[in-house]
């Protein structure tokens, strides 16, 4: 079985010696190939299950026939992306205390499982307000959970797994989990063009339920990764420690400047959901929305090992250029509408947009991701990962509502994202290398 795991690390990691390691220990070297294996595994069992209980599909979709109210559905995506951020300086100062980290991981995946099951039983059973509020309430408990997950799993990784491999392994898991999410997403297109029947409801609470199964299998595979006892700190109050981590974006100017960088890179996030809405205002959205899944998960597919590969070489670079593919998009999505409004109602325009939005988002992600963990060594990656998914949340939750609460049409919020992703690759080119 080792020297099946051993050959197996070595044809996904693309390496002749599977053991040859720089920046972990000896020991962790020598369990490097089972734990990437594990990791992979997991990682792409928790991404495809971000497919089957997505927000801004199939959780809209669920509380839409369940009868909740119209405001409730709109604060999905902010409680989902931005709850599970901003906690995570509090967080990170339990996880501080655990030799092994991999404990928080496993328990917030079994809680983020345990949430999912609730949640398809909650709309099944429940209507109206009583339902929507059920579905907020969990995704609160969620997206707290996700955080724990987040704290852990790069500190975990930067222990476990060496340098040059890491930002290979995310790619890896965004290639395998966007080739089954097309399967997904061509589920829900033949759906939607499918007549409405009362098992519509149990259709999509089993989606969910699917979704909660997944990550209990993640929960289980990352429990079997061999973790090396870490450094601890001992009897600090978690949220003096909290504030006391805050410093680091005034005493240290390169993790500073990642931040306002990573702020800026939000831009792929946030336009997302209005290449969606500008293609309810030509076609018919819930047709479109099987066809978004799909690019979604092609996207990852083909660009996931792409910018892993690029990212463990410079994921300073990958976030350049991922950025500037985000920012030219939405300027050319603008001028089209601007001087060739026939292209907009095309049937494939919109869709092969969203396409390269998700393949610049997921260079973004894994690039910010693989840069943050190769930055920072032992506990100053933990203190690094939860002051800057704290800042992070705290943007995104102000920008998110502030740009769905502006008055401004899809058109003008896509061109104002795409400006600070100009801003967010200059930014990124003055940040050093971290991987050489």
């Not at 704290?151 to 340098?163: C, F, L, Q």
Request: proline share 3%.
């Amino acid at each position: 079985m080792e020297k099946l795991i051993d050959n197996l690390y070595e044809k996904l990691a693309n390496v002749e010696d599977a053991r040859a390691c720089k920046d972990i220990t000896p020991e962790a070297c020598r369990e490097v190939p089972g734990n990437f294996t594990k990791t992979l595994s997991s990682q792409f069992l928790t991404k495809l299950g971000d497919a089957f209980a997505n927000p801004k599909v199939v959780l809209p979709a669920l509380m839409s026939m369940a009868g909740a109210p119209f405001y409730l559905i709109g604060f999905l995506v902010p409680i989902r992306e931005s709850g599970s951020l901003i906690p995570q300086l509090l967080i990170a100062s339990y996880v501080r205390k655990m030799a092994i980290r991999k404990t928080a991981w496993v328990l917030g995946s079994i809680i983020q499982a345990l949430c999912m099951f609730a949640i398809a039983l909650s709309l099944f059973y429940l209507t109206g307000e009583q339902a929507g509020w059920s579905v907020i309430a969990l995704l609160v408990i969620f997206s707290l959970a996700r955080g724990l997950c987040s704290v852990a799993s790069k500190d975990v990784t930067g222990k476990t797994i060496p340098k040059p491999r890491r930002g290979r392994l995310s790619g890896l898991a965004a290639s395998m989990a966007g080739g089954i999410t097309l399967i997904v997403g061509g589920v829900l297109y033949f759906k939607g063009h499918s007549e409405h029947t009362e098992n519509d409801l149990l259709f999509y609470a089993t989606f969910i339920g699917i979704g909660g199964t997944l990550w209990l299998l993640a929960a289980l595979l990352f429990s079997r990764v061999r973790e090396e006892p870490g450094e601890t700190d001992g009897g600090k109050n978690g949220f003096l420690h909290a504030l006391e981590k805050l410093s680091l974006l005034k005493t240290d100017k390169n993790f500073r400047h990642f931040v306002l960088t990573r702020s800026l890179l939000l831009c792929t996030a946030l336009s997302a959901p209005y290449y969606v809405i500008l293609s309810g205002e030509y076609q018919s959205v819930t047709l479109a929305l099987g066809i978004f899944v799909i690019t979604s998960g092609l996207a990852g597919l083909l660009s996931g090992p792409f910018w892993g590969l690029f990212a463990d070489n410079s994921s300073r670079q990958v976030m350049i250029a991922a950025a500037l593919i985000a920012a030219t998009l939405g300027i050319s999505v603008n001028a089209i509408a601007l001087w060739l409004p026939e292209l907009m109602s095309s049937i494939w325009l919109l869709p092969l947009d969203y396409f390269i939005l998700t393949i610049a988002h997921e260079g973004v992600r894994i690039g910010r991701k693989t840069y943050l963990v190769n930055m920072a060594t032992g506990n100053q990656r933990t203190d690094y990962v939860s002051v800057s998914n704290t800042c992070i949340g705290v943007v995104l939750l102000l920008v998110g509502f502030g740009s769905a609460l502006s008055g401004f049409s899809a058109l003008n919020l896509i061109f104002a994202l795409s400006a600070l992703g100009v801003l967010g690759a200059v930014m990124a080119y003055v940040l050093p290398e971290v991987e050489h």
